[in-house]
Every structure is written in C-alpha cells, then in structure tokens.
C-alpha cells in the first residue's frame, strides 16, 4: 500500500518562509493532479494549490503571488514553497495525488497524515 509522507512543517514568524514535501512511499502511476490543501482549526479543509501532470497550476485566491507548487510525477513528489507567510495560514497541510498503484489499474485519491504550519509572533 502506497503511502504519501510529509515533511517541512513547523513555527515561523509572519513574513517567513516554508518548504513543504511530500513523497509517496511506492510508485504511483498515471498522475493527476497533485495538490496541497488545509484545514485550520474550526474550519473545513480546502484546496491550497494543484498542479497537473502536464504543469498547469492552479491556487488559492488567498494564497496567489505567495505560494509555489511543484511537483515531479516520475518520483510522485510535490512540493509547496510558502512565501509571506501570514498568520492566517496557521493550519495542518495536507498534500494529495491522484493517480494508480499500477500502470493500468484503479485510481485513487492518496493523502499525507498532514503537517502543521504555525505562523505566529
């Protein structure tokens, strides 16, 4: 069973910055897309950033001009560089990747055990 694992969470100031990444633990095949999402406390999760596999992005009203998806579906690997961090983006992060754990089998919707991103004075 694949698993996706995440890392680069923690406490920053506002106005810092964070990296975060998530690899899955096997292959993944047919991906499509990949993306990060969070859920602050009280509030439902939502969708941060996605990218396809052919490299279109697609982000957040609240997170555009600040944040920087990435990804590299060969390693089912994605990355959210986290720029201007503001306190409003205090939440746990969870990434995401659809795709197959075989070339021509079902997909699935695989998710990280999530990372929390604190961003406080």
């Known amino acids: 069973q694949v698993h996706l694992v995440e890392s680069g969470g923690g406490l920053v100031q506002p106005g810092g910055s964070l990296r975060l990444s998530c690899a899955a633990s096997g292959s993944i095949f047919r991906i499509n897309p990949m993306g990060w999402y969070r859920q602050a406390p009280g509030k439902e999760r939502e969708l941060v950033a996605t990218v396809t596999s052919g490299g279109t992005t697609n982000y957040a009203d609240s997170v555009k001009g600040r944040f920087t998806i990435s990804g590299d579906n060969a390693k089912a690997t994605v990355y959210l560089q986290m720029n201007s961090l503001k306190p409003e983006d205090t939440a746990v992060y969870y990434c995401?990747?659809?795709?197959?754990?075989?070339?021509?089998?079902?997909?699935?919707?695989?998710w990280g055990q999530g990372t929390r991103v604190t961003v406080s004075s």
């Open positions: 995401n990747i659809a795709g197959s754990p075989t070339a021509w089998g079902t997909r699935y919707n695989y």
